[in-house]
C-alpha cells in the first residue's frame, strides 16, 4: 500500500471531521442566539405593556387611585386610553400557576386585567415582582406613601436549547406624575 495515499487519506478525513464540527458547532450557536432573541422579544412584549399602563397610573382620576399594592399584584385607576372613561387595571403574578403551553417548566402565568377583560400573559415569565417606594426611595407597602414601583421582569425562552433556556431581563422605576405628593 502506497504511504503518500493512506496519509492524504488520513489528512483529507481529519479536515472532513473539523468542516462537520465546525458546521455543528454554526448550528448551536444559532439556534442559542435564536433562543436568546426570542427570550428578548419576549421581555419587550411584556415591558411595553407596563410601560403603557404604568406612565399612566392615575391619569384623570381623583381619589383612589392605586386600589392594592402587593408583591404581586398591583391593582390601579386610570384613564388608559384620555377618553374620558376610568379604567380599572390590575397586574397579578400567578407564581403557583405553571404555562403548560411551553416546555419550560419554570416559566409562570400572569394576567393584565383591565375592567374585568383578562389577558393572560403566557411569554415565558419566571420573575415578575413589584417593589414600592416613598418619595425617599425608601421600601412602603403603605397605599399612600408610596410614589415610586419597581418592576423586574424575567423571561426565558419557551424551548430549551440542549437542556437550557435562555433568558433575558428588564426592570425600572416608574414614578407616575399622578402618584408624586
Known sequence: MNLTLVSTFIIGTMMLLAIVQLNLSMAKNSMDSMSDQHAKLQVDAIAGLISYDFR??????????????????????????????????????????????????????????????????????????????????????????????RVKVVTESTQSIAGKYMSAAWEKVFTPANLTN
Open 56 to 149: 399612566k397610573i392615575g391619569y384623570s382620576v381623583a381619589d383612589d387611585k392605586l386600589i392594592e399594592a402587593t408583591p404581586t399584584r398591583l391593582t390601579f385607576r386610570s384613564d388608559l386610553e384620555d377618553a374620558g372613561v376610568v379604567n380599572q387595571v390590575t397586574w397579578e403574578i400567578h407564581a403557583d400557576t405553571e404555562v403548560t403551553e411551553t416546555d419550560n417548566p419554570y416559566d409562570f402565568l400572569v394576567t393584565r386585567t383591565v375592567d374585568g377583560n383578562e389577558t393572560e400573559i403566557k411569554l415565558g415569565v419566571v420573575l415578575f415582582e413589584f417593589t414600592y417606594y416613598d418619595g425617599m426611595l425608601n421600601p412602603t407597602l403603605n397605599m399612600a406613601d408610596i410614589e415610586r414601583i
